[in-house]
C-alpha cells in the first residue's frame, strides 16, 4: 500500500466518522464540526504525549468527533508504517478546509456533499 493510499483510508475513516456524528445529531452544523476537528487535533496530539499546554474545549455536541478522531489515531500511529501525528493533523486540515468550503452553502452542506461519498467508500 502507498503512502498516498494510507492517508486516503485515513481521510475516509475520519469522514465516516463525522457522516456517523452528523445523523446521529441532526442540530450538529458545519461550524461545530469545524469546532470539533481543532479540539480533536489537540487530543490526539495529547494522546501521543504532547500539546499538554493546550486545551481541550469540550461539549456534548463535539464529544464524539473529538473522541472519534482519537480512536482513527490509535488506529493507525504504530499500526500503519508511515503515518505521523503531523501527518494525522495535515489530514484533519484538509477536512476542515473542505468542511468550510462547504458550510459557505448552508449549515449542514459538508454532510450533505460528503455522505454519499463515504457511504459509496464500500463499493471499491
Not at 503531523?86 to 484538509?94: A, E, L, P
Not at 450533505?112 to 463499493?123: E, I, P, R, S, W
Request: with cysteine; charged share 30%; proline share 2%.
Amino acid at each position: 500500500m502507498t503512502t498516498e493510499d494510507t492517508y486516503l483510508l485515513l481521510l475516509m475513516d475520519i469522514e465516516a466518522d463525522l457522516v456517523t456524528e452528523y445523523e446521529r445529531n441532526p442540530n450538529l452544523t458545519d461550524t461545530q464540526c469545524i469546532f470539533g476537528l481543532e479540539n480533536a487535533k489537540v487530543a490526539v496530539k495529547q494522546r501521543f504525549g504532547f500539546g499538554k499546554s493546550e486545551t481541550i474545549k469540550r461539549n456534548p455536541e463535539i464529544d464524539n468527533i473529538i473522541n472519534g478522531c482519537v480512536q482513527v489515531a490509535n488506529k493507525y500511529f504504530g499500526k500503519i508504517d508511515g503515518i505521523t501525528l503531523k501527518d494525522f493533523i495535515t489530514q484533519i486540515d484538509k477536512i476542515m478546509r473542505s468542511v468550510r468550503r462547504h458550510s459557505e452553502h448552508g449549515h449542514r452542506a459538508y454532510y450533505q456533499f460528503v455522505k454519499d461519498y463515504v457511504k459509496n467508500k464500500n463499493l471499491y
